[in-house]
């Protein structure tokens, strides 16, 4: 079933592809960001002795929960032990 999906994904990319390449050369937004949406994008800088975390959200619950996960995981009184599940 995942192949035939990729089949239609890529034919529809395909038939659409000169309707939304005239847009993106007629409206000038031709430079988006194509590598970091495949993965190939730049790296986050990392601090020397600290860890890093990339919380990632889409909808405004999602930001919302992050945040508050952020809150928690910053809060230098707890524990590794439950930092997100509870021992």
């Keep these: ?16 592809s000169p ?7 007629a409206t000038g937004k031709w430079r988006t960001d194509w ?4 993965g190939k994008g ?3 800088a990392k601090l020397p002795g600290q860890r890093t975390i990339l ?4 909808s405004l619950g999602e930001t919302n929960s992050s945040m508050s996960l952020r809150i928690r ?4 009184t707890l524990t ?6 509870r021992c």
């Design 19 to 25: 309707v939304w390449g005239y847009k993106m050369l």
């Design 55 to 58: 919380l990632h959200a889409v």
């Design 73 to 76: 995981l910053v809060s230098p």
């Design 1 to 16: 079933m995942g192949l035939i999906l990729d089949i239609a994904y890529m034919t529809g990319l395909a038939v659409s």
């Design 35 to 38: 590598a970091g949406r495949l």
């Design 42 to 44: 730049q790296t986050l």
């Design 80 to 85: 590794a032990c439950n930092k997100i599940v």
